[in-house]
């Protein structure tokens, strides 16, 4: 990893992801989480404050260090055991069927192979756990795919690798999950090309 990547980018989504729009996706997205819990791409920790205190404790999967120190002022104030176990999502050094939840926001974008991180969240989710997203990706509407195509190259070298067009709702079906709950909408606060969320639950059956 580069300086950029390594120790200028976390701090840019430590900001850019704590505005006040995304911290009702999160607490959305936490609210019915509970067990043991693995979360992929937990960056500087922006859901902590929203785990609920049915969760047992967390996972963390993150590979960048700034990330993880960033993350230090939120882990000392909840008391939800929190440990980083891993680097990438896309290899995971945990048993089969070992987590109740897993937990991704706004990390499906950025995964360079993402569908075998999702094989992977399924093999460590037991049969009939659940995985809480809110991602962004390709949007609803032609006209704001036609830009999200266009900027994707940037937004790709600018964001360490964010894609903007993947189809979040496809690649979660692919990977075997059930989509139990969705919610597509623009969030607020953000262009359109950027915002397309998808927010849900998905059952690994
Ligand atoms: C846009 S940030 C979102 C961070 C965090 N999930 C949040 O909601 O604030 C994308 C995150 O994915 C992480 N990431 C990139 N490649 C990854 C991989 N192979 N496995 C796990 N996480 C990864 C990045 O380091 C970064 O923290």
Not at 148 to 168: D, M, N, S, W, Y
Request: charged letters at 25%.
């Amino acid at each position: 990893m580069g300086v950029y990547t390594e120790h200028i980018l976390p701090r840019i989504v430590d900001v850019a992801c704590n505005m006040k729009e995304s911290r009702q996706q999160r607490r959305r997205v936490c609210e019915k989480l509970s067990g043991d819990v693995i979360e992929i791409g937990f960056g500087s920790g922006l859901n902590v404050p929203y785990y609920p205190q049915a969760v047992a404790e967390v996972t963390a999967v993150e590979p960048a260090d700034v990330g993880w120190k960033l993350a230090d002022k939120r882990l000392r104030a909840t008391s939800i055991p929190v440990e980083r176990s891993a680097l990438d999502g896309q290899s995971l050094p945990f048993a089969d069927n070992s987590y109740d939840c897993a937990l991704s926001s706004w990390t499906l974008c950025t995964i360079p192979d993402v569908a075998a991180a999702l094989r992977e969240v399924r093999r460590v989710l037991k049969p009939g756990g659940t995985l809480h997203f809110v991602e962004h990706g390709l949007a609803p509407d032609e006209s704001v795919r036609r830009w999200q195509r266009r900027l994707e190259p940037i937004q790709k070298r600018a964001f360490g690798g964010c894609h903007l067009t993947r189809p979040v709702v496809q690649l979660l079906t692919d990977a075997g999950f059930e989509i139990t709950e969705l919610d597509v909408f623009y969030e607020d606060g953000a262009p359109k090309f950027l915002a397309a969320d998808s927010l849900g639950t998905a059952v690994s059956p």
